[in-house]
């Protein structure tokens, strides 16, 4: 996804399992309107949501990020 203006991002590097790269992969490429980037938004703040954050930004980026939207 394009950073919004005046938003800041952070690049994380991770290790994750092969098979799960590999299906994420798959996904992407039958999945046009998806980018690893947009993915790793969404499943983030997913999983901060239904771990108790309860934060009015992580709902919005995980909203934004599902439907697509920049803002």
């Not at 950073?3 to 994420?24: F, K, N, Y």
């Amino acid at each position: 996804m394009t950073p919004v203006p005046g938003q800041t991002t952070v690049s994380l590097m991770v290790e994750i399992p092969e098979d799960l790269h590999l299906t994420m992969q798959d996904y992407l490429e039958t999945h046009e309107m998806w980018s690893q980037e947009r993915m790793m938004q969404a499943a983030l703040s997913l999983f901060l949501m239904q771990n108790g954050v309860n934060h009015p930004h992580v709902s919005s980026l995980y909203l934004n990020s599902l439907f697509g939207c920049a803002a």
